[in-house]
């Protein structure tokens, strides 16, 4: 009997919801764990580097890598799979565009670091002590991984075949993606296996949409009552659907919540952010800059709303100074 | 036609930026047209590209011309109520103001960018935005995206050398 397709999974800058979502797979998980044999997976089994360093180049049929790319760590195991793996699927938001953690991109290296060994409340570190990449104690010599100055989506380190989106990625989407890897029926390279289309074309409220939205105010989700029916853009939330990526069935809005976006843009879209300030934004109401001005202030944190999954998908890339 | 002092030249190996503008058909790329014809003189600092209506350009084009190399972004379309398509140019005010609070947030500095509305009949004011602009960039220094770009991802250069081949030897840190 041949042997089964080897799979490994991996995780980088991520939160674990990622393998969360694996283990969401439910029943189904026992027909992926038929088909393949799984010989990397961190959360839930005891292989080590070692043991993926030993396998020949290409042996594994395909790796799903999660999380984004901040150490120089990561940035080994990543670029190791790439080099045993046949195909690499970029898995969920932080893979994708950085997710959370490239919200960081916002602030440099130095007042990352300063913050959380010294200034943060409830640090005691008079001696201003920080993590060095090469220390000696006692005759030993320990090391750890270089804290990047930035972070980086799993494409910019490494060539990937296939993109899975979402925080997490649906069960469903998973399925669907991990069938057509075995059937061997797969879209070109390249594709995020997902709907290309806008989130609202998915959206049962999208018939409550106006045409006109004709915005005077944007308002918090904690701020109002929401309507369960209506379109969360006509009730002057920002919801993240026209510049989104379709695929996950609306559950936010479905739960009464607008979408954050984290299935980032279509294909047709390269920055999410500014093509939600292109689509909505051009809708508000006001036709004078003060009023104008007025109708923004309602977004205290454009960036971390506009990008709050793929800041490192941002055509900037991360905050310049 | 009123005489006006030639732009005074760049001094030997003064940073010359680079300006992409984006000027409407209908108004502001007429106006430079007629700057052209009054032989009007202005930096030769900027690029400018014909759109239909300001209400065409999307931030994404103005990101991008950043990251493509450009030192600042000009932007021109026709006075409120001027619009050939009646609302465009009020779309683009409103995109424009976040799209300014959004650069301003990726520490993109002020003067970088620029809409101004500029009518066909006024060709002086190609000019004087032209110039003003260009003084300012300049003074600005160069923004250089994809010289930045290239500088970030050194970072990465030696480690994906060193593991980058079938026999790299191993890391220490990351056994």
Known sequence: ??????????????????????????????????????????????????????RPDKSIAVAFINGAIRTSEQEEWVRMLRRKAGLVVS?????NSGGIPALANQFKKEQILKYVYEDCPGVDNPAKTRPQTETTDEGRTVTLPEFRS???????????????????PTPKLIMAAVGAILAGKLPPQGTVLSPDNALCEECKRKDSKPADLALTEFKRPHQIQIDPEKCMLAQGLVCMGPATRSGCEARCVEGNMPCTGCFGPSSRVKDQGAKFVSSVFSNIAPKEAPEIDKVLDGIPDPIGTFYRYGLSKCILRRKLN | MTKHPAQPPAAPGQFEPRIVAFF????????????????????????????????????????????KGADGVLLGGCH???????????????????????????????????????????????RAVVNEMT??????????LPGRFQEWDKEMEELEKRVGTADAPEVAHAR
């Open chain 1, 1 to 54: 009997m041949p042997d089964k397709p080897k799979v490994a999974f991996y995780w980088c800058a991520s939160c674990g919801g990622c393998e969360e979502a694996v283990v969401d797979l439910a029943e189904d998980i026992l027909k992926v764990v038929e088909a393949v044999d799984i010989v990397l997976w961190p959360v839930a089994m005891d292989f080590k580097k070692a043991d993926v360093e030993a």
């Open chain 1, 91 to 95: 898995f969920g938001a932080c893979a």
């Open chain 1, 150 to 168: 930035m972070v980086r989506s799993l494409d910019e380190v490494i060539e990937v075949d296939y993109y899975l989106p979402g925080c997490p």
């Open chain 2, 24 to 67: 409407c058909n209908w108004c502001t790329y007429t106006a430079a047209d007629l700057a052209g014809v009054s032989r009007l003189k202005y930096a030769p600092n900027v690029r400018v590209i014909r759109v239909m209506c300001s209400g065409r350009v999307d931030p994404q084009f103005v990101l991008e011309a950043f990251a």
């Open chain 2, 80 to 126: 409120p109520g001027d619009c050939h398509y009646a609302e465009g140019n009020y779309k683009t005010l409103r995109r424009m103001r976040m799209l300014e609070r959004m650069l301003k947030a990726m520490g993109v500095e002020d003067g970088r960018f620029r809409l101004e509305w500029i009518s066909g009949a006024e060709g002086d004011k190609v």
């Open chain 2, 135 to 144: 003084a300012r960039v300049r003074a600005l220094g160069p923004l250089d």
